[in-house]
């Protein structure tokens, strides 16, 4: 067999190969280390060998409240900033979806937040929070109510930040839900304005159902997203006051580059992917029963 000829019988694969050695080097390399470095004990500090000890390192954790502190601080700030998002979102996509001046300018708005990075965000969040000369306090003495610690009290700095993750992330549920509400068919509508359906019958009882499997998209997006989130809360709060922000991202920084124990650390990441994936599965379990009961 020729080269050419073996060329044109394996093209297919060899036009994969680049992408597949991509993944092998920068996903599967990394989460097998991380996995392999979870079941040792690593730690800097004391300038000995790793050991192997199995699975210490997650017990250890497991049994650290800290550790479930963080868990469902995490689970807690995730769903709150999706489902404020997703009311948003939708609300304002419904808002869009209709023929009005300035259209085009007003998406353009609405999407700005979704482009900046989120490290100048925090900063700019961090002056806008700022109690003493913040615009978000004046914003509230002008309406005549009292000033807020927002990011510097314990009770109110996990709003706080679901607040901007809100004002950041809202822009991406839009758009999901704009090129759902685009692909509705139209005979539905036909049908219901026939009937007599008023505006309110219409939204609730085809508009909603029929995009409703588009927006479960947006929302596992946001959800994964949500859930891994480090560099806002680092650049606002770095897991503070004390630990009241503290997520698994940040606790999982902490335990490997201020504790600088790299075995505690990867176990912590790897029980942190064990929650993303759970959570996904169940946001894909309840996305399937939506198109079920849709279709």
Request: avoid cysteine; hydrophobic fraction near 55%.
């Amino acid at each position: 067999m020729t080269s050419k000829n073996w060329f044109e019988k394996n093209v297919q694969h060899v036009f994969t190969l680049p992408a597949v050695v991509f993944v092998l080097l920068m996903v599967i390399f990394p989460l097998g280390y991380t996995l392999v470095l979870s079941l040792r004990n690593w730690n800097l500090t004391i300038f000995a060998p790793p050991s192997w000890i199995w699975l210490q390192n997650y017990v250890q954790l497991l049994g650290d409240l800290r550790f479930w502190a963080a868990t469902l601080r995490t689970l807690a700030y995730s769903f709150s900033a999706v489902l404020f998002e997703v009311i948003l979102g939708v609300s304002v996509a419904l808002f869009l979806n209709r023929e009005f001046v300035g259209k085009n300018l007003t998406k353009t708005l609405f999407l700005l937040p979704m482009v900046a990075t989120p490290v100048a965000i925090g900063m700019v969040w961090l002056l806008m929070y700022e109690p003493s000369i913040g615009l978000a306090n004046h914003l509230l003495k002008s309406v005549g109510l009292p000033p807020q610690s927002w990011l510097t009290s314990r009770k109110s700095v996990l709003a706080s930040l679901v607040l901007i993750d809100v004002w950041q992330w809202t822009p991406i549920i839009i758009l999901i839900t704009l090129a759902g509400l685009a692909t509705l068919p139209t005979e539905p509508y036909d049908s219901a304005k026939i009937d007599g359906a008023n505006r309110f019958q219409i939204l609730t009882r085809i508009t909603l159902p029929l995009v409703l499997p588009t927006v479960t998209i947006g929302v596992l997006i946001r959800i994964i997203d949500a859930l891994k989130t480090y560099d806002i809360i680092y650049a606002t709060t770095q897991g503070g006051p004390g630990e009241a922000s503290e997520t698994l991202n940040i606790l999982g920084y902490v335990l490997g580059f201020s504790y600088f124990n790299l075995g505690k650390g990867s176990a912590l990441i790897v029980l942190f992917l064990a929650v993303v994936t759970v959570v996904s599965l169940g946001v894909l379990a309840l996305r399937n029963r939506i198109n079920s009961l849709v279709n």
